[in-house]
């Protein structure tokens, strides 16, 4: 990924951080987990945790009055580094979709917990 700093492509993800999860622009206070990619073991745990975690938002969703059809979707984080030692903002939010979560396995985790709880997904693109 490029560094908002120094424009190189020199931007990769910290081997410990916390993602965050946004769904229609609405955050859980349990909306984040920690990740830790320093072995295979801990790398296989992320799958499991976004999954928990989408569960817990569907779920949380599902007891809302007026709930729209889910149009967005963030997992972000903070915890990035450049290569060149650019210091980056703790504000600063990069995606994770396909750099930790293949797009393809995130889509079947939401369309499974939508049909579980009756939710309409209806992503922009």
Same mark, same amino acid.
């Given at each position: ?5 120094? *424009?190189?492509?020199? $931007? ?5 951080? #916390? ?10 206070? +349990? ?13 296989? =745990?992320?799958?499991?945790? *976004?999954?928990?975690? *989408? =569960? ?11 709930? +729209?059809? /889910?149009?967005? #979707? ?21 995606? #994770?979709?396909? %750099? $930790? /979560?293949?797009? +393809?396995?995130? *889509?079947?985790?939401?369309? %499974? ?8 997904? =209806?992503?922009?693109?």
């Amino acid at each position: 990924m490029y560094c908002p700093k120094c *424009l190189n492509n020199t $931007l990769s993800i910290s081997s410990k951080g #916390v993602i965050n999860i946004t769904i229609n622009g609405k955050q859980m206070d +349990a909306g984040r987990f920690l990740f830790n990619l320093e072995s295979q073991e801990k790398k296989q =745990q992320l799958k499991p945790a *976004l999954k928990a975690k *989408l =569960q817990e938002f569907f779920k949380w969703y599902s007891g809302f009055q007026n709930k +729209a059809p /889910i149009t967005f #979707v963030s997992i972000d984080t903070s915890d990035m580094r450049c290569e060149e030692g650019c210091g980056i903002s703790a504000k600063s939010r990069f995606s #994770v979709i396909d %750099v $930790l /979560i293949p797009k +393809a396995e995130l *889509l079947e985790l939401l369309a %499974v917990e939508a049909k579980c709880y009756g939710i309409e997904i =209806q992503l922009q693109e």
